[in-house]
């Protein structure tokens, strides 16, 4: 159940980018991380350039950045997928965004009894299943 939040420069993000993201960023979860697509959240978070700083001083008119931040459950995903994802979704931003200015990915992985959604941890997800 990866949630991928992803903070993108720009005065506004237009709605086919919008979705391009959505739908680029759920591909390379399952394509990378073999997460399923109908559990996979990804949330936009556009902030204006100004407002986004790198080496202290905010990005210049026009510039872009994004920073991914993706949480996953712990030991669900070996070193080499991770690092497929890293590799994928730099490539997939700068193809749709272009250049940008510092680009970076963390993937958070959380404790299986610690994470969930609809009131069930990932632990008994897993267990279920």
Not at 29 to 38: D, I, P
């Amino acid at each position: 159940m990866p949630h991928i939040r992803a903070t993108v420069t720009g005065p506004d993000l237009p709605a086919d980018v919008s979705r391009r993201l959505a739908e680029g960023l759920t591909g390379l979860a399952v394509t990378a991380l073999g997460k399923s697509a109908e559990r996979t959240i990804v949330h936009l978070d556009p902030v204006p350039a100004d407002r986004y700083h790198v080496a202290g001083k905010p990005l210049a008119e026009g510039a872009r950045d994004a920073h991914l931040e993706v949480s996953i459950t712990a030991g669900t995903n070996s070193a080499a997928e991770k690092a497929a994802f890293i590799t994928g979704a730099a490539a997939f931003l700068a193809d749709l965004l272009g250049p940008l200015a510092r680009g970076g990915v963390a993937l958070h992985e959380l404790h299986p009894e610690s994470y969930g959604y609809q009131g069930v941890t990932q632990f008994e997800h897993y267990r279920g299943n």
